[in-house]
């Protein structure tokens, strides 16, 4: 399968991927209130509810209904497929071990997207691709410091949960070319809850006022940064802009500090300019000189 044709605003693309790490890091801090007295499965529900209800309202306001057409149903699906099944993997990790080495094994998403890219696409990234993401990933080790991390089913989801989410990435970047990224939220977010719905016999529960209106800043964040994501993958290749992802460790550690007085160590420090250097990194072309003319 080629490479899908995407734009190449590098720049820009940054930008949308920095906003939509903010948000993906807001998101779990809400839900970091309402997951402690709120089954986990549950919360994704009527976050995926929530979701779907403000991208119909979304079509309602915008009367872009014509917009929704598509022939790429199947990629809307494994998209919300991928994403669902990394959520679950990754919360199924961190209930069976340490949150630090569940985190670090999840966050190897960004290492995968070139790596697919390769088999599926047949693309080559380019070196500053797979140096840039080797270089982040080493600042998001100083960020969370894992403990020793073995091989456990525990590890194994963790690993699939980052498989996902890059094999996520790739339909994403392959939409991209086609789908505008609101066409692409409302069909993830109805995709996700009917997925979500499927586990409600055995957990469900009736979420308080308070609950239900932190699950709707959850969708907020969650729907509008995914959004930035897709946006992102459709004006730059997705290879060249996705590492800059590793930016919602940055921020969920700022905002760990102001929330809970969770320490930033110099440890931090460092691997947050480990992160930010290695996804400016990623993001530099590779310039092929002209001969010269004699």
């Not at 989410?165 to 339909?171: I, Q, T, Y």
Request: proline share 4%; charged share 10%; glycine share 8%.
């Amino acid at each position: 399968m080629a490479a899908p044709v995407t734009g190449n605003q590098i720049g820009r693309g940054t930008a949308y991927v920095i906003i939509a790490a903010l948000l993906f890091a807001l998101a779990p801090a809400v839900a970091r209130f309402a997951a402690s007295e709120l089954n986990v499965l549950v919360l994704v529900f009527w976050t995926n509810l929530w979701m779907f209800a403000l991208m119909c309202g979304w079509v309602v306001l915008r009367r872009s209904a014509s917009g929704l057409r598509t022939n790429k149903l199947a990629k809307h699906f494994l998209r919300s497929a991928f994403t669902y099944g990394a959520i679950v993997a990754y919360f199924f990790a961190v209930v069976h071990i340490p949150f630090a080495n569940a985190v670090i094994l999840q966050s190897m998403g960004p290492l995968f997207v070139p790596i697919l890219a390769l088999l599926i696409f047949r693309r080559l990234s380019d070196r500053y691709v797979w140096l840039g993401v080797l270089i982040s990933f080493v600042g998001v080790l100083l960020i969370v410091r894992p403990d020793h991390v073995g091989i456990s089913i525990g590890e194994v989801s963790a690993l699939f949960a980052a498989l996902g989410g890059a094999a996520a990435a790739m339909v994403i970047w392959s939409l991209g070319t086609t789908e505008p990224p609101d066409r692409q939220m409302f069909y993830f977010s109805f995709f996700a809850l009917l997925l979500s719905a499927l586990t409600l016999p055995w957990v469900w529960q009736w979420p308080a006022i308070i609950q239900m209106i932190q699950v709707f800043f959850i969708a907020v964040f969650t729907i509008v940064g995914q959004f930035f994501y897709a946006k992102a993958f459709s004006v730059a290749p997705g290879d060249k802009v996705n590492t800059w992802i590793y930016m919602s460790l940055v921020f969920a550690a700022i905002i760990g500090f102001i929330f809970w007085d969770e320490p930033i160590f110099a440890a931090t420090i460092a691997g947050t300019v480990l992160v930010v250097g290695g996804a400016y990194l990623a993001t530099r072309e590779s310039v092929v000189n002209a001969p010269q003319s004699g």
